[in-house]
């Protein structure tokens, strides 16, 4: 005679299932607190936590702010007025160099001379002896403290005076140069055109009236 095995039944298997008993378990928890008020206990000790953490990122995020404010606080103003042509800044030549320098000093001329709208006069050039009695006549520089120039009170005019004065700046450091070289007659021509341009700059802006 064959037994057969029977299965379990099904309310047996649930019965017996960890999965299941736990899950009954903690419906029966919740109904338990649900009865006894202990799920809005429950609720209060997770909004604590949540109110802290909410806490302290408001507090992180005006720290942050506040930083940023700092900064752009101690950012350098910038100013409004516009540079002045005569301050454009220059190249410096290589040290121990003088023609360097001098080609440097009659770029910036010719440069100052197109900004002040002045153009200077041709000049011959010399060689020989006459350069040697080109660079020994004597020259006086003019400045703007000379009492017989009286420009109009305008910034046009301001502008100009500064150029003249940088142009005639420029043309004192050419002959000091050229005077180093001695025999040298592209300095000397330099400095004689120099001159020119100084004085030309000078008379534009004692002549300027607006």
Not at 123 to 132: E, I, K, L, R, W
Not at 137 to 148: I, L, S, V, Y
């Amino acid at each position: 005679m064959i037994r057969r095995h029977r299965s379990p039944p099904a309310t047996t298997l649930r019965n017996t299932d960890p999965g299941l008993r736990s899950l009954r378990a903690t419906s029966r928890d919740v109904l338990a607190d649900a009865a006894s008020g202990d799920i809005d206990r429950r609720l209060s000790s997770l909004r604590a936590p949540l109110w802290r953490v909410h806490t302290a990122v408001t507090a992180a995020l005006a720290a942050a702010c506040a930083i940023a404010l700092a900064c752009a606080g101690a950012a350098p103003a910038r100013s409004s007025l516009p540079a002045s042509p005569a301050g454009a800044s220059r190249e410096q030549p290589l040290p121990g160099d003088p023609r360097a320098e001098i080609t440097e000093l009659d770029r910036q001329i010719t440069a100052e001379l197109t900004r002040a709208e002045v153009t200077a006069p041709p000049v011959a050039s010399c060689s020989g002896d006459t350069c040697t009695s080109a660079l020994a006549a004597p020259f006086a520089t003019p400045t703007a403290e000379d009492p017989a120039c009286h420009p109009a009170p305008s910034d046009h005019c301001s502008d100009i005076c500064k150029l003249s004065t940088s142009i005639c700046h420029n043309q004192d450091r050419i002959c000091e140069l050229a005077r180093s070289l001695p025999g040298d007659d592209w300095a000397a021509n330099k400095c004689t055109s120099a001159r020119t341009s100084c004085q030309t700059a000078h008379q534009r802006c004692c002549g300027c009236t607006g």
